[in-house]
């Protein structure tokens, strides 16, 4: 089997089992009694809350640094809650995230995938403390649409959750490449996440999740700025779509990990809490 099959059997596999699994429980989960809250809201944007999740993310860039023509990267994100781990014996999520890219000059295919794995350290009346590690797959069927080297790294989140109808989390992650450097030569780089979000009760929230990346080889970095506006409900499972235009701030000149200048993400998740 080709690697293109079994990154598509892959991910169809990936969709299909947390899809199903979601679908399913409705039956046996109970409705609430309200549909929207500043809580449910908060509970659903947290990324320590323990939940099956399924995340779909269609980001279309309509302008690229020195290139013509419309890209995008579909993104596909599966959460996996467990209340202890098998060796760690804390709560953890474990993600698997995968995309369907397309390059400005029309190239679709697989991009990356990334495994993610976040322990859950301290919960306190303020917030929770989190660290874990990443694990970038180089499946990407063109060396457009993804890395072609293995890279992991060290992750952390920290959220502050007791600030009212206000909700601010940090996401810390590194990449460091364990292929290829000798062809590619070695690459090393972070992204750091502010999430910042107000939450009215009738479920709508806005705010910023940006995704800042440096490189630690050459100091240079990509300062992108977006704002979400969003809809939180519940049913038998809970909910979330949102619309988010995104601008590149700041590039440092020579940086090409992210020649994004101006796109609009369009999302919707799945929550269903253990």
Same mark, same amino acid.
């Given at each position: 089997?080709?690697?293109?099959?079994?990154?598509?059997?892959?991910?169809?596999?990936?969709?299909?089992?947390?899809?199903?699994?979601?679908?399913?429980?409705?039956?046996?989960?109970?409705?609430?009694?309200?549909?929207?809250?500043?809580?449910?809201?908060?509970?659903?944007?947290?990324?320590?809350?323990?939940?099956?999740?399924?995340?779909? &993310?269609? *980001?279309?860039?309509?302008?690229?640094?020195?290139?013509?023509?419309?890209?995008?990267?579909?993104?596909?994100?599966?959460?996996?809650?467990?209340? &202890?781990?098998?060796?760690? /014996?804390?709560?953890?999520?474990?993600?698997?995230?995968?995309?369907?890219?397309?390059?400005?000059?029309? !190239? !679709?295919?697989?991009?990356?995938?990334?495994?993610?794995?976040?322990?859950?350290?301290?919960? /306190?009346?303020?917030?929770? *403390?989190?660290?874990?590690?990443?694990?970038?797959?180089?499946?990407?069927?063109?060396?457009?649409?993804?890395?072609?080297?293995?890279?992991?790294?060290?992750?952390?989140?920290?959220?502050?959750?007791?600030?009212?109808?206000?909700?601010?989390?940090?996401?810390? &992650?590194?990449?460091? #490449?364990? #292929?290829?450097?000798?062809?590619?030569? #070695?690459?090393?780089?972070?992204?750091?996440?502010?999430?910042? *979000?107000?939450?009215?009760?009738?479920?709508?929230?806005?705010?910023?999740?940006? &995704?800042?990346?440096?490189?630690? /080889?050459?100091?240079?970095?990509?300062?992108?700025?977006?704002?979400?506006?969003?809809?939180?409900?519940?049913?038998?499972?809970?909910?979330?779509?949102?619309?988010?235009?995104?601008?590149?701030?700041?590039? #440092?000149?020579?940086?090409?990990?992210?020649?994004?200048?101006?796109?609009?993400?369009?999302?919707?998740?799945?929550?269903?809490?253990?």
């Amino acid at each position: 089997m080709g690697k293109n099959n079994r990154c598509r059997y892959f991910l169809t596999l990936l969709v299909t089992v947390v899809y199903c699994y979601l679908m399913n429980a409705q039956d046996t989960v109970k409705e609430p009694e309200g549909t929207t809250s500043v809580k449910l809201s908060q509970q659903v944007m947290n990324p320590t809350t323990l939940a099956w999740q399924l995340q779909l &993310e269609e *980001f279309t860039i309509f302008k690229t640094h020195n290139q013509d023509g419309v890209a995008q990267n579909f993104r596909v994100r599966g959460i996996i809650p467990l209340k &202890e781990g098998l060796l760690i /014996k804390v709560p953890q999520l474990i993600r698997v995230i995968a995309f369907v890219n397309t390059a400005p000059d029309g !190239t !679709t295919g697989l991009g990356d995938v990334t495994l993610n794995q976040f322990f859950i350290l301290s919960k /306190k009346d303020w917030g929770q *403390f989190g660290a874990g590690w990443n694990l970038q797959i180089p499946t990407a069927t063109d060396n457009q649409l993804g890395s072609p080297q293995l890279a992991i790294g060290p992750a952390f989140t920290v959220t502050f959750t007791d600030l009212g109808k206000w909700q601010m989390y940090w996401i810390w &992650e590194n990449f460091f #490449s364990i #292929s290829g450097n000798g062809k590619y030569g #070695s690459s090393a780089f972070a992204i750091l996440q502010p999430n910042i *979000f107000y939450t009215w009760a009738n479920g709508i929230y806005a705010g910023i999740e940006p &995704e800042w990346q440096f490189d630690y /080889k050459t100091g240079k970095v990509a300062i992108p700025m977006d704002f979400r506006i969003g809809y939180i409900w519940s049913g038998k499972l809970k909910y979330n779509a949102y619309i988010e235009p995104e601008i590149m701030a700041y590039r #440092s000149d020579g940086y090409t990990r992210n020649l994004n200048d101006f796109g609009v993400r369009f999302g919707f998740r799945w929550y269903l809490p253990m």
